[in-house]
């Protein structure tokens, strides 16, 4: 069974930095898409940034050049920095793979922006 487990989150300022991380067990990933998602109060979860398992990246235009995706393979470790954060940034984020699966779903990491 395939757990994924989200950790650094927190409380920030805009413009500050925060570097969120997936642990995933239960199954080698490294050959799957990953992807950040992330879920603000009273929207829709959303895509927010993916890896190819050749480490190729792609980003939804509102992080495109604040955000960065990458993996660790051999740590089965999808990592998310978050630069030049806004309020707008604020949300629950959660990983998963590329399409996500609705029984791999965590239990995500808090993000909250002040401004």
């Known amino acids: 069974q395939v757990q994924l487990v989200e950790s650094g989150g927190g409380l920030v300022q805009a413009g500050g930095s925060l570097r969120l991380s997936c642990a995933a067990s239960g199954s080698d990933l490294s050959f799957r898409a990953m992807g950040w998602y992330r879920q603000a109060p009273g929207k829709q979860r959303e895509l927010v940034a993916g890896v190819t398992p050749g480490g190729a990246t792609n980003y939804a235009d509102s992080v495109k050049g604040r955000f960065t995706i990458s993996r660790d393979n051999t740590k089965n470790t999808v990592y998310l920095q978050m630069d030049s954060l806004k309020p707008d940034d604020t949300a629950v984020y959660y990983c998963?793979?590329?399409?996500?699966?609705?029984?791999?779903w965590g239990q995500g990491t808090q993000v909250t922006v002040s401004s």
């Open positions: 998963n793979v590329i399409p996500s699966k609705y029984d791999y």
